[in-house]
């Protein structure tokens, strides 16, 4: 199948190429060796990594950023797509924290290499990448911390400027080359509208050196989205393509505070305690994902 990207897409600030779904926007930009970025904010861009673990199955091509591998991002573990992932959970959140098997050979590689960050240094990696800033800093990867180890991204410690008593380590921003998200509608121009709770979403949208692919609810028309600028997260100049992708979310909830006349929807919990039964076993877990 010959990728779209080897097609003429629309150069950034000339307007989004708009696929006709997931599959299609992954292929339009996405190629072995691309680090992608899935945001998190309250609605996790699933149909996107759905899409991702789709396309790329058994390339094992990918570095895949995101703060938490669990629930659907099971699949991309079992598809085989990632080489690499950027976190600081692998495991299962409901119906209680807890580890998974399919990570139990994580040490060695399998089924994926892991690079493990505290929630607050890898958030404020995306923010000095956001920001221009030619490092992050941060109080919480000191020497004696074993996350530090085996990691390019940890500079150097040195003292803290006005406490010469404290220290403060240094660490390269964190740019993935795209970041998936997931809003609530966008306009044809690219502007996604999107409802708090936002986590690092936002900065991730700065932090992405060739900018966001975005799924949404529905795209809708201009006037739609003027007539609600302060809900506008992620604006068109940041956008390389859009897609439509209704349940894009699924299985966490959309809150869309009734936005554009978009209904939104809550936790699939009965579909999320399906994931965790399903990967009890190797066979029940190939079985949900090629389901």
């Given at each position: 199948m010959t990728l779209l990207a080897e097609r003429t897409l629309p150069r950034p600030g000339t307007g989004p190429f708009i696929a006709s779904g997931p599959d299609e926007l992954i292929?339009?930009?996405?190629?072995?060796?691309?680090?992608?970025?899935?945001?998190?904010?309250?609605?996790?861009?699933?149909a996107l990594i759905n899409a991702v673990a789709r396309v790329f199955a058994g390339t094992r091509s990918l570095t895949l950023s995101t703060t938490a591998v669990h629930s659907n991002a099971h699949a991309l573990a079992l598809s085989g797509a990632v080489r690499k992932v950027i976190t600081g959970f692998l495991g299962d959140t409901y119906p209680a924290p807890r580890p998974n098997r399919l990570y139990r050979d994580v040490a060695s590689g399998q089924p994926f290499e892991v690079e493990l960050?505290?929630?607050?240094?890898?958030?404020?990696?995306?923010?000095?990448?956001?920001?221009?800033?030619?490092?992050?800093?941060t109080g919480s990867m000191l020497a004696e911390t074993d996350l530090r180890d085996g990691k390019d991204g940890v500079l150097?410690?040195?003292?803290?400027?006005?406490?010469?008593?404290?220290?403060?380590?240094?660490?390269?921003?964190?740019?993935?080359?795209?970041?998936?998200?997931?809003?609530?509608?966008?306009d044809r121009h690219g502007n996604v509208v999107a409802c708090p709770p936002l986590g690092e979403?936002?900065?991730?949208?700065?932090?992405?050196?060739?900018?966001?692919?975005?799924?949404?609810?529905?795209?809708?028309?201009?006037?739609?989205?003027?007539?609600?600028?302060?809900?506008?997260?992620?604006?068109?100049?940041?956008?390389?393509?859009?897609?439509?992708?209704?349940?894009?979310?699924?299985?966490?909830?959309?809150?869309?505070?009734?936005?554009?006349?978009?209904?939104?929807y809550l936790d699939d919990y009965s579909f999320l305690t399906d994931i965790v039964r399903a990967c009890k076993t190797a066979d029940t877990a190939q079985e949900w994902y090629e389901t």
């Open positions: 292929r339009a930009f996405v190629v072995p060796g691309t680090h992608v970025h899935a945001a998190a904010t309250m609605s996790r861009p699933n960050w505290s929630l607050l240094s890898y958030t404020q990696r995306l923010m000095a990448a956001a920001l221009g800033q030619p490092y992050a800093t150097h410690t040195v003292p803290h400027p006005e406490d010469p008593g404290r220290q403060v380590t240094l660490m390269s921003p964190l740019r993935p080359d795209f970041t998936l998200f997931h809003g609530v509608c966008a979403g936002a900065w991730s949208a700065y932090a992405a050196r060739d900018g966001v692919l975005a799924s949404v609810e529905a795209i809708v028309d201009d006037e739609v989205v003027a007539g609600m600028p302060d809900r506008v997260v992620i604006p068109a100049a940041r956008v390389r393509g859009l897609c439509e992708a209704p349940l894009g979310a699924h299985p966490q909830s959309l809150r869309t505070s009734g936005l554009a006349g978009i209904p939104g």
